[in-house]
């Protein structure tokens, strides 16, 4: 299982969990001529070792997976350890697995054993390693105003409906809202030097405004803000999760630059919306990430219009600050960063926002809702590599 753990760690490599409905496949290496002279063992490693699973877009190998594999006259046993939660995933790569490996083990019976090692997620100073947290995406934005907090919680929830294990930080301490646009006000509970999170429509969360009474505002300096964010990450049991999301206050300050150095290898998201002033805001947003070597995740624009009763669309704040956005970090960071998707001006957007009822869980078949969904779905199932990571290298001899 340590090999998986390594093996994640030195590759970047974390895959996301896959959904019912794909099917599974070998490549290459069950073809009988190229395993004519070989051993059974021989045979049947590489077999397995070259396996690639449509979920994760690499062969077996890739990820390191392959902890054992014993061959006598009765059964061949496989042990591989995957660097992510798989209980939902257990049983349907091991018969996947098994089926493929069938043909090359002749009498023997096929046993495979699947577990998983998740490595601790990068932090950096004092901050305890966060066990068991597969990607951690902190949403961001150039300007207050944009929709942010909305789309976090949307996203969250869209997520944890699909089957996920999600949470979220409400890291904007002057601002937060994720309480109330989730619905909850429930407080954490104290476990020895542990804090365990409230859930609210199957998402975990934690924010300043559990911890202040009424409306109160919070009049703190940088160091309080960062070591705010260090006890949300660090001191709050988050269990195993596949996503853990970030809700950032808007702009460049002291909480960007403390989850850059807290959480390294967290991914941003950029929303802005159509207007042309806040695209450029929000490019300086994503730019950041130049300077903290984090990768960019994508662009989501939201209110791109508003669709009235004869069908048009009314584009409200202009159109094609997004794809602006996109294309100008395009270029910046040297690697694709798409638009993820445009969410339209929608009334029933804000109102579950402020009933504590996310659109996606309250009205699904509205267009905001299906655009929220299917960004929560690409977000999700989209294996992570080192495309548009900045790796902070320089070049020999500069």
Known sequence: MAVAAQAAARTGYNPRPPTAGRQHRMTGSTNPIILMNTSPESALREAVESYVDPYLGLELRAAGALRSLQVDDERVQIALALGFPARRYRDELAA????????????????????????????????????????????????????????????????????????????????????????????????????????????????????????????????????????????VFWGDLDVLLLDLPPGTGDIAISVAQLIPNAEILIVTTPQTAAAEVAERAGSIALQTHQRIAGVIENMSWLELPDGTRHEVFGAGGGQAVADSLTRAVGAPVPLLGQIPLDTRLREGGDAGMPIVLSDPDSPSAVVLKAIASGLSTRARGLAGRSLGLTPAGR
């Not at 054993?113 to 934005?141: M, Y």
């Open 96 to 235: 996947a697995i098994e089926q493929q490996l069938r043909p090359l083990a002749g009498k023997r019976r096929v046993v495979v054993d699947v577990e998983w090692q998740v490595a601790p997620h990068a932090t950096a100073g004092k901050l305890r390693p966060i066990q068991g947290i597969r990607n951690i995406i902190a949403v961001a934005s150039g300007k207050g105003g944009v929709g942010k907090s909305s789309v976090t919680v949307n996203l969250a929830a869209a997520m944890a409906q699909s089957g996920l294990s999600v949470g979220v930080v409400d890291a904007d301490i002057y601002g937060f809202s994720v309480p109330r646009m989730l619905g909850t006000e429930q407080r954490p509970t104290q476990v020895d030097d542990m804090i365990l999170p409230p859930i609210a429509h199957d998402v975990k969360l934690i924010s300043i405004g559990m911890f202040v009474p009424g409306n109160q505002p919070v009049v703190w300096r940088g160091p309080m803000l960062h070591r705010a964010l260090q006890q949300f990450l660090g001191d």
